[in-house]
């Protein structure tokens, strides 16, 4: 069967990539990129392209009847630095859309839905080192709370209406191709472009804040690879953990070093670093690996010296 894909918030930063991907497997007519307001011109060029508020219910269900839409990528979320300002907001984005796509899904309008987790989920009483799939969760922010949520509600409608709902708990997400959207683990965006625009960086957290991250690339084969397994394969339905790869600040400049000899970094640590203190050091993804053979391709090396040599191309 063909699959005809939406996805809601096609223009942040994983969205915009991943509908690249989704365009060049299934075609560019197949996907339909969608957001709030107009995206890029490369996003609205290569395929179709609607405005949708992700939290109007009979708005998604237009288009999803327009297109006969089997599959919905729920993006649209506010991120955790930007949540912690507009917390009424944050939960009303993140749980209307949510609820929105999974009763479409329980109505049988669709076939599948994809929604992202974070590692938000976790808090200050979680295990730090290698985070295990099943453990404490005590989130500390407005998004970690609509994230824990979100997995408990996929799970819910996965087990009461046989919802197809499959799910990523996202590390730190890092791009060149976007600027930063408000995430606690944005220094690791600006980053390289503070480095090559200006030589020099100054950094919003601790030089040894040590975060799970995760190169786009890695980020964006995962979420293909878990909607494109068998349904027997899937045996998580509320979030599976995902790692590629774990470094603080004072790692990532040393990396950029190599690169850049004269780059300097500095460090102001404000209300992000009581955010990044809550999450874990590194993530257990054994059961990603072992139910759907998860392996990320890049290391923190390889990443940098990819991220530098494309942005130097631009």
Known sequence: MSQTILVLGASGQIGSELIEKLRTIYGSTHVVASDIRNGSPSLMNS????????????AIFAIVKKYNVTQIYLLAAMLSATGEKFPQKAWDLNMTSLLAVLDLAKDKHINQVFWPSSIAVFGATSPKIHTPQKTIMEP???????KISGEFWCNYYHEKYGVDVRSLRYPGIISWKTKPGGGTTDYAVDIF?????????????????????????????ATVQIMQVN??????????????????????????????PNFTISYKPDYR??????????????????DWGWSPNYTLSKMTKDILENLQAQ
Request: aromatic share 10%.
């Open 47 to 58: 395929g179709p392209f609607e405005i949708i508020d992700a939290t109007d219910k009979e």
């Open 140 to 146: 500390s922010t407005v998004y970690g709370i609509s």
């Open 193 to 221: 472009f503070k480095a090559l625009e200006q030589g020099s960086f100054e950094c919003f957290l601790s030089e040894d804040t040590c975060l799970p991250m995760m190169y786009m690339e890695d980020a964006v084969h």
């Open 231 to 260: 349904a027997n394969q899937i045996n998580i339905r509320t979030s599976y953990n995902l790692s590629a790869m774990n470094f603080t600040p004072k790692e990532l400049a040393s990396a950029i070093h190599q690169h850049l």
């Open 273 to 290: 670093q009581a955010i990044a203190d809550s999450w874990p050091d590194s993530i257990d993804d054994t059961k990603a690996r072992e």
